[in-house]
């Protein structure tokens, strides 16, 4: 098992302190694991010089453990990911050990004066971002309102007691996605994270500004969350077939009608048969663009029976007809 002992007081330290126990010839913002210890890297961001943007983005190919140590500034740390951890709350220290439980991503939020255990076993997949707020970057806003204060205590508490039962909304998952894995096609750069874990700090303000003692924001079945994600899944990997209808998809989610509508909605930002058909519009779009498919083909292959709605659509979507060649 490797060991790493470190804390979150600063950003430049923290950086040179695993850059010199994983890659110590990287000159880029990225650090990769070397090939005995995992697979894929590590970068850390300052958006300033109180807010830190962490990226964790790695197979692991041994057994890790991550000791990070208590300081005694009541920094918050934001740690948004799509992997799961089982935790065990002691006095002063979590203790987490990864787990092969399914999430479809959550978060939750530390206070720093309370260190942490993590232990990664060999084969985890780590996908994670974590935004550090130093306490002179709170302080102030907490200074002139207590009930900020308290509610940020509230989030922090309950979010480990009901990490299960919170998951990342439709635009935090976006956010997640394109800092933790970029589209390859676009410029990879300091601004670009930095725009990104802006807004994502954003969503955790105004979930915060949100709460209300008698509405707790964690009250969410983790159950039905991740069933509407196996519809997802599920509709994402029958494309070619006719749309099932609601009916039937809220019966696979063992949900009602419209409990699953409404929570799909919620958590896709559309409906299921939008999904659905952005999905289709999306594959069909690789085909005939990438694939060098004819319409014809791709209609076939889809289930596209009239061809006018089908362009129609595709140009509603992508501002291009589809038998304009790229």
């Not at 880029?28 to 894929?40: A, L, M």
């Not at 208590?70 to 740390?77: G, V």
């Not at 942490?116 to 907490?142: C, D, N, Q």
């Not at 509230?154 to 039962?165: A, L, M, T, V």
Request: glycine share 2%.
């Amino acid at each position: 098992m490797y060991r790493y002992t470190f804390d979150f007081s600063d950003i430049d330290a923290l950086r040179s302190y695993f850059r010199s126990h994983l890659d110590s010839e990287s000159k880029t913002d990225r650090i990769y694991f070397p090939p005995e210890i995992g697979e894929g890297y590590l970068s850390y961001y300052k958006i300033s010089p109180e807010v830190f943007l962490l990226v964790n983005n790695y197979k692991a190919n041994t057994d890790i453990e991550y000791i990070r140590m208590p300081i005694n500034e009541k920094d918050i740390i934001l740690h948004f990911r799509k992997y799961s951890l089982d935790h065990q709350l002691e006095k002063d220290l979590i203790v987490s050990k990864y787990s092969t439980n399914y999430t479809p991503g959550n978060m939750r939020c530390m206070d720093a004066q309370q260190g942490e255990h993590v232990y990664i076993t060999k084969g985890a997949e780590v996908r994670s971002t974590m935004i550090v707020l130093k306490s002179s970057y709170i302080k102030p806003y907490f200074m002139k309102n207590n009930d900020m204060a308290e509610k940020v205590d509230n989030y922090i508490r309950y979010s480990h007691q009901h990490i299960n039962k919170f998951y990342l909304s439709y635009k935090q998952s976006n956010l997640f996605d394109q800092i933790v894995e970029p589209d390859s096609e676009k410029i990879e750069n300091y601004l670009y994270y930095i725009a990104r874990g802006i807004r994502l700090l954003e969503t955790f303000w105004k979930d915060v500004l949100k709460w209300e003692t008698d509405r707790n924001p964690f009250k969410i079945n983790s159950s039905q969350v991740g069933n509407i994600y196996k519809v997802s899944d599920y509709l994402k990997e029958n494309l070619k077939e006719p749309f099932v209808g609601v009916d039937q998809l809220a019966a696979m989610a063992h949900m009602s009608r419209t409990n699953f509508f409404n929570m799909f909605k919620e958590i896709h930002n559309q409906t299921p048969l939008e999904f659905f058909n952005n999905k289709r519009l999306e594959t069909s779009y690789n085909m005939i663009v990438r694939d060098g498919l004819s319409i014809r083909e791709v209609m076939d292959t889809l289930n596209y029976s009239n061809s006018s709605k089908f362009k129609k659509a595709f140009f509603n979507k992508f501002d291009i007809y589809p038998d304009i060649r790229i």
